[in-house]
């Protein structure tokens, strides 16, 4: 009964490989977001859907690309993996974009 | 834009102690929300307590309380008869009401001595 789950929770893989990350809500929430955070602990916000639209881009690589099939569910693909794409990557959730976030377990994303 | 500065990295407190965890940010918004989120060794993301912008009475929720300063842009939090299991990276946050901006603090490990 996760409300938030994300997979794989751990991915390692080499530089130039392309991966993904899924990511689902079982909570009927209308907003997804995609969060990084770095080695520093720092969380920024990447991407955020709302009702299967892109509302907020924040400037990261469009290497970086998310896709929503439905509303339950925001998936992250990255391609051509960089060292410094290395970091814990959250999916969350929320009623709608006036309402709290629910997190995902994270996925540790390590490039080698 | 928004931003949210916790000043504190790190702090600690005797188990059974109160300690307050520091938090401001800069907006020119009057309407917005505020959250303390802590995220123990185990990763996860936990919400542990919200205030809006436009409520005067601070927030509470158990054994934790926050003191929202609105004119001083301050929003501490305030955890009493802390618990081992209190320790964890707290990161303060704010969203604005106009958008979907969510902007976080970079955190402060607390450590809870037994």
């Known amino acids: 009964d996760t409300a938030v789950s994300q997979t794989p929770k751990y991915l390692v893989t080499q530089m130039g490989n392309d991966k993904s990350i899924k990511c689902e809500q079982n909570?009927?929430?209308?907003?997804m977001y995609w969060y990084k955070q770095d080695s520093k602990k720092f969380l920024k916000i990447m991407f955020s859907?709302?009702?299967?639209?892109?509302?907020i881009n924040e400037t990261v690589p469009n290497r970086f690309s998310p896709k929503s099939p439905d509303k339950a569910h925001l998936n992250l693909h990255i391609n051509s993996l960089e060292l410094g794409d290395s970091a814990v990557y959250f999916c969350?959730?929320?009623?709608?974009?006036?309402?709290?976030?629910?997190f995902g377990p994270g996925t540790r994303l390590t490039v080698t | 834009a928004q931003t949210v500065t916790q000043s504190q990295p790190e702090m600690s407190v005797q188990e059974a102690e109160t300690v307050t965890l520091s938090c401001t940010y800069d907006?020119?918004?009057?309407?917005?929300?505020l959250f303390w989120y802590k995220q123990p060794p185990s990763r996860q993301m936990i919400l542990v307590i919200r205030?809006?912008?436009?409520?005067?009475q601070n927030a509470t929720e158990n054994r934790f309380s926050v003191n929202f300063q609105k004119a001083a842009k301050s929003f501490s939090l305030k955890i009493s008869d802390s618990q081992l299991g209190d320790a964890a990276m707290y990161f303060c946050?704010?969203?604005?009401?106009?958008?979907?901006?969510?902007?976080f603090g970079a955190g402060t490990r607390l450590t809870v001595k037994p």
């Open positions: 969350a959730s929320s009623p709608s974009i006036f309402y709290e976030q629910y």
């Open positions: 909570l009927g929430h209308d907003t």
């Open positions: 859907y709302n009702n299967k639209e892109l509302i």
């Open positions: 907006t020119s918004e009057s309407d917005y929300y």
């Open positions: 205030q809006e912008a436009y409520k005067q």
């Open positions: 946050a704010y969203r604005s009401n106009n958008n979907n901006d969510m902007r």
